[in-house]
């Protein structure tokens, strides 16, 4: 055996090709598994006394051993990462001075590792060589196929030491920790808000963007994520099969009807940090943030004005375009805002839903309410700018500008 294949097999990272040079070298070139006699037995006669492991040289088993023993005699100098190979050792040290000297000829891709760099010309070449045996599924990588194999198996071997939840994968746990430690590594440069997942980063980058990608083919609304065009679908199909137990009311999403149980439960688990005031849904809160913090995110590219929620973006637009899609099937006039219609809609049902607590009248909308209070409170908030009488209706004061114009 060369130097040179020497040299290949120890300095190398843990990647799935060294392994399986390493792997080859314990089964004997007859691809013999490694706890099955060789076809030579002194072709490999360094045998493991743990596992029945047999391999070719001495040094080999050495290196093997600490599978079972957990040493980790090469360590990082700068970080005090430790590994079981010095091979590894050299690979990790690119981490910390940024050398990538495997280069994919395809698409120029450069990686720290030979290994790496065979793993990426999968993605060129479609090659999958790591079969589910159980499914026939097929992946680029072992690793990937072990993850895999936890969903037929059920086997959550990564533990969190705080509340004692499991997960399959260990970036999963990465993730979770982030609940308790409350760290959110991934940062809008726009705007500066922090997300404990890079995808809730996307996500959020949309609404800077105002990209959504995603049209529904029945109606035309466009969505940022393909998740919420597929709950919008559910609304046109008329499927919800998600039942409230509780009051029989049906949603198209599990999620929908989680958020729905909490207006029998009264849990509301998204509290603002500054005001301690709690909210059922995340989407409330973040909305309530952007009180404290100022935020308007959505700019109107008319005319500039900027709003800190969505549908009062869509609203404003309104004013530009001259839409007023909310009609009264009543009388037929039209309404920018769904909350026009239902004021209109008063006025011929008589509704006052708003009484006035001193005295008992009652009125059709809030406003008119708050105007009377004021003949309780003798508040009188609409000024004159010329003489500065003042006036609780905003009638009255229009009434008196008359008396300063030449109308008079």
Not at 48 to 53: F, I, V
Not at 305 to 314: D, P
Not at 327 to 341: D, I, P
Not at 360 to 370: E, H, I
Request: charged content about 20%.
């Amino acid at each position: 055996m060369s130097k040179r294949l020497h040299e290949d097999i120890f300095n190398q990272s843990d990647d799935d090709n060294t392994n399986d040079l390493f792997e080859n070298h314990a089964r004997g070139n007859d691809g013999s598994p490694p706890n099955m006699a060789p076809t030579n037995d002194s072709v490999r006669p360094y045998v493991c006394e743990t596992c029945g492991k047999a391999f070719l040289q001495k040094k080999y088993l050495a290196v093997h051993m600490r599978t079972h023993s957990g040493e980790k005699p090469y360590v990082c100098e700068t970080c005090s990462n430790a590994f079981a190979r010095s091979g590894n050792l050299k690979a990790h040290m690119r981490t910390h001075t940024g050398e990538k000297p495997h280069v994919c000829e395809t698409c120029g891709n450069a990686f720290t590792t030979i290994g790496n760099l065979k793993t990426h010309m999968r993605t060129h070449t479609g090659e999958k060589p790591h079969v589910c045996e159980t499914c026939g599924n097929a992946f680029t990588t072992s690793s990937n196929l072990i993850v895999h194999m936890r969903t037929h198996t059920g086997e959550k071997p990564y533990v969190c030491e705080t509340c004692s939840m499991v997960f399959t994968r260990s970036g999963d746990l990465t993730v979770h920790m982030r609940t308790h430690s409350g760290e959110r590594p991934h940062v809008c440069e726009t705007c500066g808000k922090a997300f404990a997942q890079s995808g809730n980063l996307t996500t959020h980058m949309l609404r800077h963007s105002g990209e959504k990608p995603h049209v529904c083919e029945t109606c035309g609304k466009a969505f940022s994520l393909s998740s919420d065009l597929a709950r919008h679908i559910l609304t046109h199909m008329g499927e919800k099969p998600h039942v409230c137990e509780t009051c029989g009311k049906s949603f198209s999403t599990p999620d929908h009807l989680a958020v729905h149980m909490r207006t029998h439960t009264g849990e509301k688990p998204f509290v603002c940090e500054t005001c301690g005031k709690a909210y059922s849904q995340s989407g409330s809160l973040d909305r309530h943030m952007r009180t404290h913090s100022g935020e308007k995110p959505y700019v109107c590219e008319t005319c500039g004005k900027a709003f800190a929620q969505s549908h009062h973006l869509a609203e404003h637009m309104r004013t530009h375009t001259g839409e007023k899609p909310y009609v009264c099937e009543t009388c037929g006039n039209t309404f920018a805002r769904s909350h026009g219609l239902v004021e209109h809609m008063r006025t011929h049902t008589g509704e006052k839903p708003y009484v006035c607590e001193t005295c008992g009248n009652a009125f059709a909308r809030s406003s008119s309410l708050a105007e009377h209070m004021r003949t309780h409170t003798g508040e009188k908030s609409h000024v004159c700018e010329t003489c500065g009488w003042a006036f609780s209706h905003p009638g009255n004061l229009v009434k008196h500008m008359l008396t300063h114009s030449d109308v008079l």
